[in-house]
């Protein structure tokens, strides 16, 4: 399944999910060589059912990062969370400076919404 993100019918970003399918993975990374960046890591862990077992999983969030052409970046991102029992694995490829732009936006709203809040508090107080 692939998610478009677009701003004013513009795409700048695009997810596709590989469900787990690391087949596509290593296809993308023999088409386009190795990730040249890796940001985070998937660690393995020692979980413990509620029987008392216990057993080794993975966890943790880990983006590999190509090197960008034409300010145009892609990634791996492999993520696995609760103790192992959910795992993926995305395709994402995204214009930097747009979405470096919407972020920006994003985070300047978050913060009025934010404002906005406090500023109710304060008045019914």
């Not at 088409?31 to 216990?54: A, D, S, W």
């Not at 029992?85 to 747009?98: A, C, F």
Request: overall charge positive; hydrophobic content about 35%.
């Amino acid at each position: 399944m692939a998610t478009v993100f677009n701003k004013e019918g513009v795409v700048y970003k695009v997810e596709i999910d590989l469900m787990s399918n690391l087949e596509m993975a290593v296809a993308l990374t023999s088409k386009y060589g190795k990730p040249t960046k890796k940001v985070g890591e998937i660690k393995k862990v020692t979980c413990q059912n509620k029987l008392g077992g216990k057993f080794e999983r993975v966890e943790g969030k880990m983006v590999e990062y190509w090197r960008p052409k034409g300010g145009v970046q892609a990634a791996l991102v492999h993520t696995a969370y609760q103790c192992g029992t959910r795992i993926y694995s995305l395709y994402t490829i995204y214009h930097e400076k747009t979405q470096t732009q919407i972020d920006y936006l994003n985070r300047q709203e978050e913060f009025k919404n934010f404002s906005d809040k406090i500023d109710k508090i304060n008045k019914g107080i």
